[in-house]
């Protein structure tokens, strides 16, 4: 007798062992796509978290059954039903005055208005296939150098414009005035929100790491700004503690959901892991 045919079709003595085709994403059977298309990852999870809400709003009957066992996009009507039923779920208690002073005492160097640095750069950036480590040993070695009390004027200018991936480098680094929401996320808060960014002029002592590379900074100037009195932002920090707070309460939600569920073929935070009360 044929062993392939013994074990059968698919078997790792097949030939068409291999060839399978692969097992389609679902929540709870019903299956995220048809066989055969293809989802990036973001997609994928956007739908599995709107059939996870869909399934919780037919289990407790707001929703009405469809036929089929394939993903379908809710329409206007059935989404305000889902944002309705969510909107009761999730539910956060308002700040309290206490957590709101709590707050602007923590975050002073966030709620200073008008603050802004005159700043130049060098970017080594990180591409897809460049040896990390000899490129932070590039950039130290640079920082290093532009550290010495005895560097040569201009030398930061013409590091830049031999070594920095940034355009800037054809004006010698210099990228201007700068306030916290013209900056990457991680150069603003290295750069205005740490609890030592306020250091001084001249060059940063160590290299700020962002998703674009390692940067070697310089600051040129600065202003100031001002912290506004609590009164004066009050209702700002408030409104933001609480979208924080809902926030939290809507992953804590779609966590206890996906922990319920048979999730198959996508990677969904907190598949394993039941509500935290």
């Not at 291999?18 to 097992?23: D, I, N, W, Y």
């Not at 957590?99 to 200073?112: G, M, P, S």
Request: glycine share 8%.
């Amino acid at each position: 007798m044929n062993t392939a045919s013994t074990m059968g079709c698919g078997s790792s003595t097949c030939a068409c062992a291999g060839l399978t085709s692969p097992k389609l994403a679902s929540i709870n059977g019903i299956t995220l796509h048809e066989p055969g298309e293809e989802l990036d990852e973001q997609t994928l999870r956007e739908r599995a978290f709107t059939e996870l809400l869909r399934q919780e709003a037919l289990k407790t009957g707001r929703l009405p059954r469809f036929a089929g066992l394939t993903y379908r996009e809710p329409d206007d009507a059935h989404r305000q039903i889902i944002e309705v039923m969510v909107d009761e779920a999730v539910t956060s208690p308002a700040p309290t005055e206490d957590e709101c002073r709590r707050h602007y005492e923590a975050q002073k160097n966030r709620l200073i208005v008008g603050q802004a640095l005159q700043v130049r750069h060098i970017l080594f950036a990180v591409t897809p296939g460049v040896n990390v480590h000899a490129l932070s040993q590039h950039a130290e070695a640079a920082l290093l150098e532009l550290s010495r009390k005895d560097v040569a004027p201009g030398r930061f200018e013409q590091l830049a414009s031999e070594l920095s991936n940034c355009p800037s480098s054809a004006q010698g680094g210099d990228l201007g005035w700068l306030a916290p929401e013209d900056c990457a996320p991680e150069l603003a808060n290295e750069l205005f929100f740490q609890s030592d960014s306020r250091w001084g002029m001249g060059v940063h002592p160590r290299l700020v790491h962002t998703r674009f590379g390692l940067h070697i900074i310089e600051v040129l100037g600065r202003k100031k700004g001002t912290l506004p009195p609590y009164e004066q932002v009050r209702e700002q920090i408030a409104a933001r503690l609480t979208l924080q707070s809902r926030s939290t309460a809507m992953r804590q939600y779609m966590q206890l959901l996906v922990g319920q569920a048979l999730v198959e073929g996508v990677e969904l935070e907190g598949a394993d892991t039941p509500l935290v009360q």
